[in-house]
């Protein structure tokens, strides 16, 4: 390959690498800059250690070839204490202090967990309200339905800036993963089950959002746009919906959750009673044996799982 080619390849890789913009290290949402400061400093400890070896390794080599004579050769040297007490003791420290942050981060970061605050050095208020979302993963789109709004969208999220949000996430046949990298990490989302997200989105924009786990044909079809806004322009654009918008009933609902692909975004005016329970239930027909509410009730000493289906007692041993 001549001079000119591999010039030209190493500029074109500049040029596009140049236009790249990577969202998981400048996030919009406080629970992901956390989570990016937690990439950081994982990165940073892990090469205090990595990059001291390779550097000594090449050092090393360097210094004992063959070529240099006043290079001392013991060939009867086999320990030095010193060397064993930096060996030891360095990568020690780092996974204890990998540990404590782990441990630390696995708390704080919980997605379960009621946010704390707004951003660094803003703590939460007193008075904030979250905004509740119900998110159904289904055959391959995303079903958002606000109860407090009374509207649901297909493909399509909004929220205020600044506001908390609890995501309630469950799916209708696989199991797939709920992602908007600029808010928070990757939840699952399981059918007869429901996960959460407390997140909050501290910039305005529209962001991706998309299925991260692998779900079936229409898989890469699963996207949808995140836009956050204004508490007005939240509201200008739940009106929005309301006057754009047909009724979801659960007759079309369950026309909804058959299989499609590539769906452009739609909305709700309306959404029937009780529906997203039935959802998570799999009580759309309330005769369906798999209708979970059919469960018996627990009996003592059992507790309920997250869709209210009895599980037993754990045992001890």
């Known amino acids: 390959m001549s001079m000119k080619v591999s010039r030209g390849l190493l500029l074109a890789v500049v040029i596009l690498l140049a236009g790249c913009q990577s969202v998981l290290m400048s996030p ?24 001291p070896v390779i550097v000594l390794t090449l050092v090393f080599a360097w210094h004992f070839r063959a070529s240099n004579k006043k290079a001392t050769y013991d060939p009867e040297w086999e320990h030095s204490t010193i060397l064993e007490l ?24 919980d997605p379960y967990r009621p946010l704390d605050r707004l951003a660094a050095g803003r703590p939460m208020p007193a008075d904030a309200r979250p905004l509740t979302v119900n998110v159904v993963a289904l055959d391959w789109k995303w ?25 309630k996430i469950t799916a209708t ?10 808010l928070a990490g990757q939840i699952y989302a399981m059918p007869g089950m429901e996960t959460k997200l407390q ?21 890469s079809g699963m ?18 919906a309301k006057a754009n918008g047909s009724d979801l009933s659960r007759e079309v609902y369950v026309k909804l959750a058959e299989p499609s692909e590539n769906e452009p975004p739609r909305y709700y005016a309306t959404v ?12 759309l027909d309330p005769d369906s044996p798999s209708c979970m509410t059919h469960t018996r009730p627990a009996r003592s000493g059992e507790s309920t799982g997250m869709a209210g289906m009895p599980m037993p007692a754990a045992e001890s041993h």
């Open 86 to 109: 930096l060996i030891w003791s360095a990568p020690l420290l780092i996974i204890i202090a990998l540990g404590a942050i782990t441990w630390v981060s696995t708390h704080k970061l």
């Open 173 to 182: 046949s696989v199991m797939n993963s709920f992602f908007i990298p600029a």
């Open 272 to 283: 029937a009673p009780g529906l997203y329970q039935a959802i998570l239930t799999r009580c």
């Open 28 to 51: 919009s949402g406080d629970l992901a800059v956390q989570q990016r400061n937690l990439i950081i400093t994982s990165t940073v400890l892990m090469l205090l250690i990595i990059v």
């Open 223 to 240: 996207h949808f746009v995140f836009h956050g806004m204004s508490e007005d322009g939240f509201a200008q654009w739940v009106q929005q």
């Open 143 to 167: 079903l958002f339905i606000y109860p407090e709004q009374g509207i649901a969208t297909v493909n399509e999220l909004a929220a205020p800036v600044d506001r908390p949000i609890k995501f």
């Open 199 to 219: 997140a909050v989105l501290n910039k305005p924009g529209d962001f991706q959002g998309f299925s991260a786990n692998y779900s079936g044909h229409g898989f």
